[in-house]
């Protein structure tokens, strides 16, 4: 693996399942980018607050100190759904690659109301959802449906034609 892969998505989407799975398959490190929260963010989260562009900044520039320091390959799991929050990171590694798990609202809602213990209220989803800017052509990545198991989404990203 030559560049960084940033798997990226709603709440709910599988981000951490998918990233700890897709990493051990590369053989390269993984995060959590949700470990890379301030407290003050987590705390928002947790009280059912949206974060701000002010709040995100200071973290997705956490995650891309991560990304600079594996620029030869890992795997870190971040929501990153806007252009701008991609760009920010594409500030710290040119050519990082992005998977966004994609699906329906409904999938989300579902996984998030069989989960317990993380600070990402269910509520949050709606504003996640209205947020979220699709991978554009220009960007380097790919859109896995979220859908099926966590090894036929790991198989899908194996066998892709990356870009």
Same mark, same amino acid.
């Given at each position: 693996?030559?560049?960084?892969?940033? *798997?990226?998505?709603?709440?709910?989407?599988?981000?951490?399942? *998918?990233?700890?799975?897709?990493?051990?398959?590369?053989?390269?490190? &993984?995060?959590?980018?949700?470990?890379?929260?301030?407290?003050?963010?987590?705390?928002?989260?947790?009280? @059912?607050?949206?974060?701000?562009?002010?709040?995100? &900044?200071? /973290?997705?520039?956490? *995650?891309? =100190? /991560?990304? !600079?320091?594996?620029?030869?390959?890992?795997?870190? !799991?971040?929501? !990153?759904? =806007? =252009?701008?929050? =991609?760009?920010?990171?594409?500030?710290?590694?040119?050519?990082?690659?992005?998977?966004?798990?994609? @699906?329906?609202?409904?999938?989300? #809602?579902?996984? #998030?109301?069989?989960?317990?213990?993380?600070?990402?209220?269910?509520?949050?989803?709606?504003?996640?959802?209205?947020?979220?800017?699709?991978?554009?052509?220009?960007?380097?990545?790919? *859109?896995?449906?979220?859908? #099926?198991?966590?090894?036929?989404?790991?198989? #899908?990203?194996?066998?892709?034609?990356?870009?």
């Amino acid at each position: 693996m030559s560049t960084p892969v940033v *798997v990226m998505g709603v709440s709910g989407s599988g981000k951490s399942t *998918v990233t700890a799975a897709l990493a051990q398959r590369l053989r390269v490190p &993984f995060a959590d980018g949700d470990d890379l929260h301030p407290e003050a963010n987590i705390a928002k989260m947790s009280r @059912g607050e949206a974060l701000d562009d002010g709040d995100r &900044f200071p /973290w997705l520039e956490a *995650v891309g =100190r /991560w990304l !600079a320091d594996h620029e030869h390959g890992g795997v870190i !799991a971040c929501s !990153a759904l =806007r =252009r701008t929050y =991609r760009d920010q990171l594409r500030r710290h590694v040119a050519d990082v690659l992005f998977v966004h798990l994609d @699906g329906s609202p409904e999938i989300f #809602q579902r996984r #998030q109301a069989g989960r317990s213990g993380h600070f990402m209220p269910p509520s949050l989803l709606a504003s996640q959802l209205a947020t979220l800017e699709p991978l554009e052509p220009d960007e380097h990545g790919l *859109v896995i449906d979220v859908d #099926q198991s966590v090894d036929a989404i790991v198989d #899908q990203f194996m066998t892709s034609d990356r870009p």
